[in-house]
């Protein structure tokens, strides 16, 4: 593997953990790895790995920008990486609430209920 690919896969585990890597990780077949190996380089590696935005800034923008597209699943688990970049409750909260006013209140209202099952979960759990 190259230096890109090491970075982002370290930027990976920093942000989602690394239960959920490990898992997608084992999951991966020859059909999907050259994209898992896209992502990792691009993705983590050459943008979550830049020096000028924090993880939780960047974790921020982008369930944001996950809310106005309305892509609940990685919403979800961007939403869970919170707890691993240093985003609040209260700055997911906000951020949606943002949102709702540039991407709409529908996908923002699904991100709202999304986000609610997630924190209630966490604090079940602990």
């Known amino acids: 593997m190259n230096d890109l690919y090491e970075k982002g896969m370290k930027t990976r585990r920093e942000v989602l953990g690394d239960a959920h890597v490990d898992k997608a990780e084992a999951n991966k077949t020859d059909f999907d790895k050259d994209f898992q190996e896209y992502i990792t380089n691009s993705a983590w590696g050459a943008i979550w790995s830049r020096p000028h935005l924090t993880k939780r800034e ?6 944001a920008i996950l809310t106005a597209l309305g892509l609940e699943e990685e919403l979800a688990m ?27 209140v529908p996908k923002t209202n699904g991100a709202m209920k999304i986000a609610k099952k997630i924190y209630s979960d966490l604090e079940n759990k602990i």
């Open 78 to 104: 961007h939403i869970r990486a919170t707890q691993n970049t240093g985003a609040t409750e209260q700055d997911v909260k906000e951020v949606l609430m943002h949102t709702g006013v540039y991407a709409g």
């Open 58 to 63: 960047r974790s921020l923008i982008t369930i």
